[in-house]
């Protein structure tokens, strides 16, 4: 590692059934650029996506959806949701779901403007 540096990386995770009181308590504090991290679906058939988009839109956020993240999610679906980061250029990624979903919102974090290839910086470092 070269040089001097400082890394705050803070995650909140929020729980149960008031979690998205918590949403609209963090929202302002991002920018308007939003990405919306999910698995396959759930969260359509059972309405919390409704809701979220409720909240996200009423604070006035530009969403970049990223779906479609499985158990054990590939480098391939890592390198896309970068790609979702890099291009909408956003302020806040936003994992709705379960351990899978966050697991992969954090590699997301730390990999979309990382030189390296994240398979190789999250696996081998």
């Known amino acids: ?6 890394y705050c990386n803070p995650t909140k ?12 308590e963090e929202l302002p504090k991002y920018g308007q650029n939003i990405q919306l991290v999910y698995g396959g679906g759930s969260i359509k058939k059972n309405g919390i996506y ?6 996200l839109k009423a604070n006035g956020k530009n969403v970049f959806e990223d779906a479609g993240v499985m158990p054990n999610p590939t480098v391939q679906k890592l390198q896309e949701g970068c790609k979702i980061a ?17 697991d992969y919102a954090k590699a997301v974090s730390v990999s979309a403007y990382c030189a390296e290839d994240p398979w ?3 696996i081998f470092k």
């Open 120 to 122: 190789e910086n999250i």
């Open 50 to 55: 409704d809701k979220v988009m409720e909240i």
């Open 86 to 102: 890099r291009e909408g250029k956003v302020d806040l990624i936003l994992a709705v779901g379960g351990g899978s979903v966050c």
């Open 1 to 6: 590692m070269l040089g001097n540096f400082i």
């Open 13 to 24: 995770l929020y729980f149960g059934e008031d979690s998205l009181a918590g949403l609209k």
